[in-house]
Nanobody, 126 residues
Framework: VQLQASGGGLVQAGGSLRLSCAASGRRFSGYVVGWFRQDPGKERELVAAIRWSGGYTYYSDSMKGRFTISGDSAKNTVYLQMNSLKSEDTGVYYC????????????????????WGQGTQVTVSS
């Protein structure tokens, strides 16, 4: 699975951005797709994830109510809609995927994600 992330940019606090993660080489069916954020010098943190089959979702506490993850099966693309952005949301965002089969488990440990896209920079100015 090859992942292509896009949609980052510079936005003022309170603004919105939508990140896209497009997959090629395989359909997302049976996979969990997540968005991780990495701050300089820190480990990547899972921001949100979606289990493609069944639509189960996960959000980190700081993103609940502000971010929405969704998928478009026709485009084989996962989106992260980010609203009410804060300066602390600044970072490099990566999309990643792991195969889950029939399990509803969504892993938060980045080491369990096998497939990664390149990062896209999100900068929120205060």
């Amino acid at each position: 699975v090859q992942l292509q992330a896009s949609g980052g940019g510079l936005v003022q606090a309170g603004g919105s951005l939508r990140l896209s993660c497009a997959a090629s080489g395989r359909r997302f069916s049976g996979y969990v797709v997540g968005w991780f954020r990495q701050d300089p010098g820190k480990e990547r943190e899972l921001v949100a994830a979606i289990r493609w089959s069944g639509g189960y979702t996960y959000y980190s506490d700081s993103m609940k109510g502000r971010f929405t993850i969704s998928g478009d099966s026709a485009k084989n693309t996962v989106y992260l809609q980010m609203n009410s952005l804060k300066s602390e949301d600044t970072g490099v965002y990566y999309c990643a995927a792991h195969y889950s089969g029939f399990s509803s488990t969504i892993h938060v440990d980045e080491r369990l994600y096998k497939y990664w896209g390149q990062g896209t920079q999100v900068t929120v100015s205060s």
